[in-house]
């Protein structure tokens, strides 16, 4: 039972990573399981179990994570509180990525959950059935399952250590001690992982599309800072004020080639504002790359040293991975967002950057999948409606079409640079700028450039940052000016994420492209995309053929139907098959004639007492059974046992010609001993009724 608690907490590995869980865990099952036998030998212990229990586990949840509350080693009052503040660190683990940081506020609720399981598994496992006192521990599985799901080797893992639990809980006592029968946990341990595959098959077949499982963490969100000051978009304009256009905001450093820093992802347009509705989580230990990047990824680093930058953006990248220097830093995941409540003066960024050339990104398609995660962009006015459907003239979705919408955008309309520059992206501001053709600052193009996109089907979102300069400084830094500011789309590549476009064609005026940069990657792809009336559409793909439940893993065909099919069969044979054998056997026990059917009433009396746990060995007569039995078997089973042996005596023995009668009566005494052992418990009938080995 304590092993079934601990393989529940070990469930929450995927959240805080194994290693920070394996201690602590570790040390609250062990403590339990000694105390639990301290009081097996102090009896006198016992009413004072769960007290015990309780305490001791306390302590080592104050030992193991909180540490820093002690006082050499002795539990403190901050201890105390800390503990409390456990009630609730379920939920602040919900409002960081995974795997979070394992700080002991957010991890202490674990032992806590653990060693609840544990307690009270003691408790119920000296009054109810065995398979009960596994129900806490079950329950802690679940409440894992609801913050990431298990897969793969680790669920396999899971289900192979809870099969060994109940294929242990389910043993009886004797079969425990019978060294002949070491055989029957193995069985046990077989079936319960069979029940488990053949489960997981079922759900993958009820659900083939592959969906994400639900997790609790769709419903949190960190709060947002107080503090927060107007959206980076609102401040484009000013930035780009040619009287601001040399204020320094920050400083960075890198070893390689970055192009852009971008502060606020927004997906969400409502006719005036640009927003986004997905939730800032707590920054966790590191973050990798979500599961819309197929293709293989490098990391970089840099060092950040803000200067003039107001508010709590903070500069980053498209799929940061990890920041340190920052005091509880918050992330959007999706659009990969920065923000801190207080900025730091220098903090370092770590990040994930995907690997790919012009010739993957012209034959990539779009993410289908983000159309789903983007925010609402509302009607588009019909004069905008028309110029999105003229600039792609009805071509379908793929990275090739968004970079011929670029194209037609850079050709079309005019770069503003003269003063007054104009501000704005709502609705009557796009329009005049898509329509009218008034020149537009890269505010403009960005946000029309993601409202004809989205028109056309292409998952698009507007991003706010800067543009990096091309040179560094004398002393290895690059410095990032207000004049830098900039705003660009951004569109979902399948197999690739989120791909950077420059619709204003910002490097047009002055602003070189950094070498190896994903902007570099993308100017070769822009010289080699065809005019869009000569780019083919994708091949649409053919209607979903049955593949009789294949599923390809790794390039080979597994076959889950069939699978799944043989191993129902391998189930429902043993469940009806067993029994269906030994009644079989019975019936042509019965048949025989003469003595050999009472030595058939013998051996069928044996058996089914040896399906009951009874050890048999060689040379063992009727009565010596009915002594070995006598812990199974009741006053009318050895009664008739009795008769079995009589008529054993009379048909071997007597030396006189076999009476039929005889052979009625030894059957009657096997009736009778099967009818005594129908008041066992129920589970010790079933298992007799499926026991395999009483069959040889």
Partial sequence: MIVAALIAG????????????????????????????????????????????ALSGLLAVVE?????????????????????????????????????????????????????????????????????????????????????????????????????????????????????????????????TVVAVVGSLVVSS?????????????????????????????????????RNAQTVVFRYKSAGPVSRWRQVALDDFDGANWTTSHPFLRMGSELAPGAEVDVS????????????????????????????????????????????????????????????????????????DATDGLGDLGAAPNEVAAVASEALAGRRATFATA?????????????????????????????????????????????????????????????VGFRTPAKADADGWYTVRDGDALAWPEVAVEGVGWWPLDPAGQAEVGKPVVPGSDTDVTDEARAKVPPVNQIEDPAVAPPAKDDGGNRSWGGFDFPVFGTFVVLAALLLLWLFGVPLLKSARALRRQRRTGSAAVVGAWAEARDRLRAHGVVVTPGMT???????????????????????????????????????????????????????LRARPWSARLHAALEVRSLF
């Fill in 10 to 53: 070990l469930c929450f590995g995927p959240v805080f990573g194994f290693r920070s869980l394996i201690v602590p865990l570790g040390l609250v099952c062990l403590v339990v399981y000694a105390v639990s036998e301290l009081c097996r030998y102090r009896p006198g212990l016992s009413s004072w179990r769960p007290l015990l229990v």
């Fill in 64 to 192: 193991t994570v909180l540490r820093a509350t002690t006082v050499a080693g002795l539990p403190t009052v901050g201890s105390v509180r800390a503990l409390g503040r456990g009630l609730t660190s379920w939920q602040l683990t919900l409002e960081s990525t995974w795997p979070a940081r394992p700080d002991p506020d957010l991890l202490v609720f674990i032992p806590l959950l653990v060693l609840l399981a544990c307690l009270l598994g003691l408790e119920l496992l000296d009054r109810t059935p065995p398979l009960v006192a596994v129900l806490p521990a079950l329950i802690v599985v679940g409440v894992s399952q609801l913050y990431i799901a298990l897969t793969g080797l680790a669920a396999v893992l899971v289900a192979i250590g809870y099969g060994s639990v109940v294929a242990a809980l389910l043993l009886p006592d004797r079969v425990r001690s019978d060294k002949a029968q070491r055989w029957t946990p193995l069985l046990a341990l077989g079936v319960v």
């Fill in 206 to 242: 009820v659900d083939p599309v592959g969906r994400k499982p639900y997790t609790l963490q769709q419903a949190q969100s960190a709060a947002a800072p107080t503090n927060r000051l107007t959206s980076p978009l609102d401040e484009l304009a000013g930035r780009l004020n040619p």
């Fill in 297 to 368: 990824v490098t990391t970089q680093q840099a060092e950040v040293e803000l200067k003039g930058l107001t508010g709590p953006w903070l500069p980053g990248q498209l799929l940061p991975a990890a920041v340190s220097g920052a005091i509880e830093p918050q992330i959007e995941p999706v659009g990969g967002t920065l923000l801190t409540a207080e900025a730091p003066d220098k903090y370092e960024l770590t990040w994930s950057k995907p690997v790919v050339d012009a010739n993957y990104l012209l034959r990539a398609g779009v993410e289908p």
């Fill in 403 to 463: 970079l011929a919408l670029e194209t037609y955008m850079r050709k079309r309309y005019k770069l503003a640079v003269a003063e007054p520059l104009p501000t704005g992206h709502s609705w009557p501001q796009l329009k005049r700028f898509l329509v009218d053709d008034e020149p537009g600052t890269s505010e403009q193009f960005a946000a029309g450039y993601v409202a004809m996109a989205r028109s056309n089907g292409i998952p698009a979102r507007l991003v």
């Fill in 622 to 676: 009727v009565r010596d059974l009915g002594t070995a039995s006598a812990d199974v078997a009741d006053e009318r089973a050895r009664a008739g046992l009795a008769t079995v042996a009589g008529s054993v005596d009379r048909a071997l023995w007597s030396g006189g010609p076999m009476d039929p009668h005889v052979s009625r009566e030894a059957w009657a005494g096997v009736r009778e001993v099967r009818r005594g």
